[in-house]
């Protein structure tokens, strides 16, 4: 708020600045009071043999707590070690293809067509055939249909992410490299990488989130006994909502946190993409 505001004594709302903190608190407050509002009035009665389908808050609380912290470590590490395995392997092979396409323009057409088909076909119908081609793990280990699904989720976004911010590369730092007799893999090195960071991390940054969605639903294919997915499922089964409201937050919560990690992460590497300065 100006001076010229504090002495005329008029105060807009549109001049009122609060803190990001503040607006998340009051927007996560908003949500928790329509919530307990909708499943108290609402939704009181929806659900399968006079089950309350959509809990209150304190109620989704409560069953976190009876559940116990053995439940959720048990379950989601099987799931995170599925994501961040296909996290892995995807990403890596997105960046190398698409370093590849660089190096071997002709490749480009290709490389696309195989990301826009792992995008475009639904992956209801690929876990289907994993399920055919990859065996049944152990219990407790992590599944192989999930971990595919996992990198087949993030492949698209970082192949698309990478080219862009590699493709938008100074072209006049890239023609100063070929004047001295510079290959494309010169350019690519000492240009490109560089001026594709930003997209790359935000790339990556994306795919977390995507990475974890495909790993849970990798695990509804591949006749695993742990994991966020077969554990939603029980408790479906059981028609205990509350469980299953506490496991569908605790994927959000750790999909975000996921999130944020890499947004940090990206935030050090290279701060000029926020802004920052070092």
Known sequence: MTTEQAAGGTIRWEDIRLPAWVTGLIGGIAVIIAWWIAATTIFANVGPGNVQAIPTP???VEGFFISGWDFYLRNF??????AGIGYLWGNVIALLL???VLVVPR???VVMQLAIITYCIPIV???LLLVIVIPVPKAGEPSGTAIVL???SVFFTTVVGALLGLKAADKASLDVITVYGGSRFTQLRKVRLIAALPAILNALQIAVPAAFLGAVLGEFFGKVELGVGPSMIAAQQALNAPLVWDIALASGAVALAGYGLIGLIARAIAPWSKGAQK
């Open 58 to 60: 304190i109620q989704v």
């Open 98 to 100: 698409s370093g590849v």
């Open 150 to 152: 996992a990198a087949l």
């Open 125 to 127: 119908a690929i876990g």
């Open 77 to 82: 590490s099987v799931t995170l070690s599925e």
């Open 107 to 109: 490749l480009e057409g």
